[in-house]
């Protein structure tokens, strides 16, 4: 297997995945800044343009990071970031798709409709006028969120999951475009920090 990985929050959210697993596979960078992931070699493996895109040892590829995950799951059990029961599979997935919906996507958005325009607006269509509304959307639900996962270790309860890493791996890149989360969201703040001490924060920020 190898990953095509590169800057930006999608592709560090397998990494992390990766290094909490104790994946170790070849990594090649696809250069965002000077447009190689909208060359025909990089549109060969995600049609979207887009990064991560884990190419099995079939040749075929995966892309989308929560299928990239699912799949690295199934195929390295140990140590489980998903669940290993139906109901802990259902539930961490339950998570992952709400943080993705209520927060990743306004955030990401209001990224690329405002501080990143200069980069998106030649490629995806932009709604500049949106920008702050998803901006203030995301911070809405990080307020939702924090209230509900009072007195728990982890979004799902007391194992770490995709959930966690996905959440993570977004408010870190939030913060350093300008969307970074209240303080008074005292829950999501103290994840935010159990987090940054395991070390594959550390491994997946390269």
């Known amino acids: 297997m190898k990953l095509y990985t590169s800057i930006g929050p999608n592709p560090r959210v397998v990494r992390m995945f990766m290094a909490e697993k104790g994946i170790a596979i070849p990594l090649e960078q696809v250069d965002l800044m000077s447009g190689e992931n909208r060359q025909e070699a990089h549109l060969s493996r995600n049609p979207a343009g887009q990064t991560p895109a884990l190419e099995l040892d079939d040749g075929s590829f995966l892309t989308e990071i929560t299928a990239i995950c699912e799949y690295l799951e199934e195929t390295h059990t140990n140590p489980p970031l998903i669940g290993t029961t139906p109901e802990e ?101 103290a994840l935010l920090d159990k987090m940054r001490q395991r070390p594959s924060a550390t491994i997946s920020a390269s």
């Open 89 to 189: 599979r259902a539930r961490t997935r339950m998570w992952t798709r709400r943080i993705d919906i209520n927060i990743v996507e306004p955030m990401a958005n209001g990224f690329r409709f405002c501080e990143g325009l200069p980069l998106f607006q030649s490629r995806v269509k932009c709604i500049p006028q949106a920008a702050d509304d998803l901006k203030a959307l995301a911070q809405e639900q990080l307020t939702w969120l924090d209230g509900l996962i009072a007195g728990r270790p982890f979004v799902t309860g007391d194992k770490l999951t995709l959930a966690d890493i996905l959440l993570f791996c977004f408010l870190e890149f939030g913060a350093s475009v300008g969307q970074p989360i209240a303080t008074s969201n005292k829950n999501v703040v």
